[in-house]
């Protein structure tokens, strides 16, 4: 059974920093992507980041590239989102989610979400 558990959500002032946590198990690491969709109040569900499961590599949403990092300790099933220099517009319920390869990374190609973890970053 698919299991995605975020953990790391929270409060922050504009400019602070949360690192997220997914763990993530229950499928075939190297067929899928594990990343973060996020959804804001009143706004679509977006991509925000994935990694690869089984090569590693790495996409990022170009309103959060060079502040947000993605990373996975396989051995340990947790993928990680390191997010510094926040600022308000990050404030939303960030989701895991898992994406089989040859699928766009979009909420068309999500085949599992986690249950959502709140982000505020306040002003």
């Known amino acids: 059974e698919v299991q995605l558990v975020e953990s790391g959500g929270g409060m922050v002032q504009a400019g602070g920093s949360l690192r997220l946590s997914c763990a993530a198990s229950?499928?075939?690491?190297?067929?899928?992507?594990i990343g973060w969709f996020r959804q804001s109040l009143g706004k679509e569900r977006e991509g925000v980041s994935c990694?690869?499961?089984?090569?590693?590599?790495?996409y990022y949403a170009d309103s959060v590239k060079g502040r947000f990092t993605i990373s996975s300790d396989n051995a340990k099933n947790t993928v990680y989102l390191q997010m510094n220099s926040l600022k308000p517009e990050d404030t939303a319920v960030y989701y895991c989610?898992?994406?089989?390869?040859?699928?766009?990374?979009?909420?068309?190609?999500?085949?599992?979400w986690g249950q959502g973890t709140q982000v505020t970053v306040s002003s």
């Open positions: 989610v898992i994406v089989k390869k040859g699928s766009y990374f979009n909420s068309g190609g999500v085949a599992w």
């Open positions: 229950g499928f075939p690491w190297d067929d899928y992507v």
């Open positions: 990694i690869s499961g089984s090569d590693g590599s790495t």
